[in-house]
């Protein structure tokens, strides 16, 4: 079956401490990842895509196909980073055009 | 320029009702997609254009759904005979091919 599993609904992180939000997959093709984020009362927007391997507000994401990971880590929190963060996966590469979305991991930083 | 937008933001509707909701793209962006999200859960896919052609439908969940663009633009997403369990926040995304989406804010339909 193909799923995204995002097993935290809810992580609670110090300012300034490491962050890892996890996200396994289970996909039968070559999936492309990504992790999105929505912060209070704003849209989902992208935060960042596994092919273009960049760092975007401090957060990087390493896909494991071993694994079948793709964890998103940040070294120091910040306050500004509470948000709800979505892991997805397309199959684009694969021939379909279906996103499957986890059910989300809710960031909090505590100051 | 503005962003995604769709109307309208919050719909209430008896069971049994039609409902239509419409998404307008960022200019120029062919991609687009509808997503089903249900309180505490993630985009759930409904379905997928590329200009008008509806390229993928699979995630529609019953014959009561019913999507369209017929001119590659503005796409109206359509329930028919609402149900309690069609209550969701329905989200359209659009781009410039099937890799970007920008997200538009959702409208949220509680059907009652």
């Known amino acids: 079956a193909q799923r995204v599993t995002q097993p935290e609904k809810l992580l609670s992180v110090f300012k300034g401490a490491p962050v890892e939000l996890k996200c396994n997959y289970s996909y039968s093709g070559s999936p492309e990842l990504f992790w999105y984020v929505q912060y209070s009362r704003q849209r989902l927007q992208l935060l960042l895509r596994h092919i273009s391997r960049e760092s975007i507000k401090g957060f990087t994401a390493d896909l494991n196909k071993g694994e079948t990971s793709f964890h998103l880590k940040k070294p120091f929190a910040q306050e500004e980073d509470s948000a709800m963060y979505y892991c997805a996966l397309s199959g684009s590469s694969s021939g379909t055009y279906k996103y499957i979305f986890g059910t989300g991991t809710r960031l909090k930083v505590l100051a | 320029g503005a962003g995604v937008s769709q109307s309208p933001r919050y719909k209430v509707a008896k069971r049994g009702q039609d409902v239509a909701l419409r998404c307008d793209p960022i200019s120029g962006h062919v991609s687009l997609f509808w997503y089903q999200q249900a309180l505490g859960q993630g985009p759930e896919f409904l379905t997928y254009?590329?200009?008008?052609?509806?390229?993928?439908k699979s995630g529609l969940p019953s014959d009561r759904f019913f999507a369209e663009r017929p001119e590659g633009s503005v796409s109206t997403l359509k329930i028919q005979r609402t149900q309690q369990e069609d209550s969701a926040v329905y989200l359209c995304?659009?781009?410039?091919?099937?890799?970007?989406?920008?997200f538009g804010p959702g409208t949220r339909l509680l059907v009652l």
């Open positions: 995304a659009t781009g410039r091919d099937s890799e970007t989406q920008y």
């Open positions: 254009f590329q200009n008008e052609a509806q390229l993928d």
